[in-house]
């Protein structure tokens, strides 16, 4: 009921605000993209929200060489930061004198197309794109696409990627493209590739498979476990593999009752030297699903373990990326047993070792 109450506010409050903010060029005229058009893309909140909008940004500055901007959130704006396909990059300060500035910000350099990313409405991004001096506003079909001067159709989430879903904004830039070109775009520096590579090198005398286990993520609900890591990992001992275990600061007393301290990536608050030292292994296995994009930069094959509660949403798996799966359709995963998951991760793992090539 409170939920349909916020619905019913938004609708109001958009026919309100449409009634001052007019947009001449409603599903009419069709910009002209060329090398100069400047084109402004929205993406706030979380890691993985960013992650999964880089396919478009990369896509878009390929096949048009236009200049891109992003306006990205403080906890997700790194993700950003290094992508050599992106001229600009803001960062949304909440409150009236940030709002105020990112409506100056928009006007000062000038853009010709503001591109908002959200698969769902954010009140904030409705504000900004209604209010901002830019005759171009793409977006999904919403309840708030009168503030868009273009919309495509927003597909089903029950069936179709959340990648897919952002890469439908592809019409209204009129480019085409294959299934095949399509993947994260994050880019580690230089730096933290090589101290990762170190790293590795250093706490494995002998190259062999290696399997990156990942403990951490976003909520409490979704980890699974001190002993069932402990068990999932003695399981694969068997195997002549190496194993890396991730986590973040806040798991870090977690990590290490799971694993010797000395097989335990370097925790940091640097994402990028995070990133550069998932990108090393060579299978992972997490409960986070920003992590799973990540892997999927170099295709490299995930077992993912997934919370589904009170949603019909496709999970947030790996796109064009060998995956296998355990979902639970509870709030939290502490009731997925290491029997339910060795029965698909085991095979899972062994499929990958016999192609292993060192």
Same mark, same amino acid.
């Given at each position: ?13 958009? &026919?309100?605000?449409?009634?001052? =903010? ?10 002209? %993209? ?6 402004? !893309?929205?993406?706030? @909140?979380?890691? *993985? ?12 500055? &390929? ?35 940030? !709002? ?6 928009? &006007? ?16 904030? =991004?409705? +504000? %900004? ?9 793409? *977006?999904?079909? &919403? ?13 089903? #989430?029950?069936?179709?990627?959340? %990648? ?6 592809? /019409? ?36 062999? $498979? ?7 993520? *976003? ?19 068997? +195997? ?11 798991? +870090? ?9 000395? !097989? ?6 640097? $994402?990028?030297?995070?990133? #550069? ?29 997934? =919370?589904? !509660? @009170?949603?019909?949403?496709? %999970? ?7 995956? /296998?799966?355990?979902?639970? /359709? ?20 062994? /499929? ?7």
């Amino acid at each position: 009921m409170i939920k349909e109450i916020e619905q019913y506010l938004k609708k109001i409050f958009l &026919k309100i605000l449409l009634l001052i =903010v007019k947009n001449p060029n409603y599903n009419n005229s069709y910009p002209e %993209i060329t090398s100069n058009t400047k084109v402004l !893309f929205i993406r706030l @909140n979380r890691i *993985g929200d960013a992650l999964v909008s880089t396919p478009l940004i990369d896509l878009l500055k &390929k096949k048009t060489d236009c200049k891109i901007f992003v306006l990205a959130d403080k906890k997700n704006h790194f993700v950003f930061s290094n992508n050599p396909n992106i001229n600009e990059i803001t960062i949304f300060q909440k409150g009236l004198k940030g !709002f105020i500035a990112i409506l100056k910000f928009i &006007k000062n350099n000038e853009i010709d197309i503001l591109v908002d990313l959200h698969d769902d409405v954010s009140t904030t =991004v409705t +504000y %900004i794109v209604a209010l901002a001096n830019v005759n171009y506003k793409f *977006g999904l079909n &919403k309840i708030n696409k009168e503030i868009y001067s273009h919309i495509v159709p927003r597909l089903d #989430a029950s069936t179709n990627h959340i %990648i897919d879903r952002i890469l439908k904004l592809t /019409e209204l830039f009129n480019i085409s493209y294959s299934k095949d070109e399509i993947k994260i775009g994050y880019y580690p520096k230089d730096d933290n590739i090589k101290y990762a590579n170190e790293i590795i090198y250093n706490k494995f005398s002998e190259k062999k $498979f290696l399997l990156g286990i990942n403990i951490s993520a *976003g909520s409490k609900a979704r980890f699974w476990g001190v002993e069932k890591f402990i068990e999932i990992i003695d399981c694969v001992k068997k +195997y002549n593999i190496n194993i890396i275990l991730f986590s973040e600061l806040k798991d +870090y007393n977690k990590a290490k009752s799971i694993i010797d301290e000395k !097989f335990i990536y370097p925790v940091s608050k640097d $994402f990028d030297k995070f990133v #550069a030292g998932v990108l090393c292994v060579d299978l992972l296995f997490s409960p986070d699903t920003s992590v799973v994009h990540i892997a999927s930069i170099k295709r490299i094959p995930v077992f993912g373990l997934y =919370v589904k !509660f @009170n949603t019909k949403d496709m %999970i947030w798996s790996p796109y064009n990326t060998s995956f /296998e799966y355990v979902i639970t /359709e509870e709030s939290t995963l502490k009731n997925i047993s290491v029997d339910e998951v060795k029965e698909k991760f085991i095979p899972f793992l062994e /499929e990958h070792l016999k192609s292993y090539k060192k």
